[in-house]
């Protein structure tokens, strides 16, 4: 058995998975013992590579990562609840890594994917300053986010040069590690630099599972209020779900991918 297959087994899945683990909907059943929800509620989470299904059994307790339920609150609709629990809740932990604020020029690499378009949200509500590497493509809704684009690839660190002569303060790498070698070349500690895609030897990583306790329902609150916009790239009905994977394999689309049931 490869890692890859014991990593989906002891979740209790076979492989190929990974697609499909963000949901959106109404509470049909209540388990014993179940408190806080009633049937009818309007909520989200995640069920783990088992969302794009009519229906999905979750744990109440959100004890397990990506298999929990919680409230989807007014002036939040079923399609943009349907992607905050992964993508949104990563993205809240990188970004408290490096805890940016208003004196910070932060930089994120990737960020006009699924977890780039809420960590540059995030870090503009901080007040900083950001710069966020994309395609040619992705610069208009760059800057509809807050942040100002830059092209990646060969180059990088100059282009950030001259759009940030002052220095960059803070990195998020939300891709592999061109963003974490640009940041150690204009001279951002370590320690203030940080991964989600990749391990780099004295950088620190971030992951959904360790975000900071309410960092979901603070997110659901920040789309409500209308401080957090979640971009749909793209919507597919189920009966199109092979189309949609494949798009989301190709690492291109600007914003996130929901199917519809």
């Known amino acids: 058995m490869t890692a890859d297959a014991e990593s989906a087994a002891r979740f ?3 492989l190929p998975t990974g697609f499909g683990t963000d949901y959106a909907g109404v ?3 209540i388990g014993d013992g179940v408190t806080g929800f009633a049937i009818g509620d309007r909520v ?3 069920a783990l590579s088992r969302a794009v299904a009519d229906f999905v059994v979750v744990d109440a307790a959100g004890e397990t990562a990506a298999n929990e339920a919680y409230h989807t609150p007014d002036g939040v609709d079923d399609p943009t609840a349907a992607t905050l629990l992964i993508a949104g809740r990563t993205a809240s932990a990188a ?3 490096v805890s940016p604020g208003p004196d910070d020029t932060v930089l994120i690499g990737g960020a006009g994917g699924g977890v780039g378009v809420f960590a540059v949200q995030l870090a503009r509500i901080t007040g900083a300053r950001v710069i966020g590497t994309g395609s040619a493509t992705s610069a208009d809704s760059l800057r509809e986010l807050g942040a100002e684009p830059v092209a990646y690839g060969d180059g990088l660190a100059d282009r950030v040069r001259a759009l940030a002569p002052g220095g960059v303060t803070a990195a998020i790498d939300l891709h592999g590690t061109e963003t974490v070698h640009v940041a150690r070349e204009l001279g951002v500690p370590d ?3 940080c991964t989600i895609a990749t391990q780099v030897d004295g950088v620190p990583s971030a ?4 975000a900071a306790p309410g960092a979901v329902d603070e997110l659901a609150r920040l789309v409500a209020a209308g401080r957090l916009r979640v971009p749909i790239g793209a919507r597919f009905p189920i009966e199109k779900i092979r189309d949609a994977a494949e ?3 190709g690492r291109h689309v600007q914003g996130k991918v929901v199917i519809d049931l």
């Open 247 to 249: 798009l989301q394999a």
């Open 95 to 97: 970004v408290a890594v």
């Open 207 to 210: 992951s959904g599972a360790n």
């Open 12 to 14: 209790g899945l076979s």
């Open 44 to 46: 989200f989470g995640g």
């Open 191 to 193: 320690a203030r630099i």
């Open 27 to 29: 509470v049909d059943q």
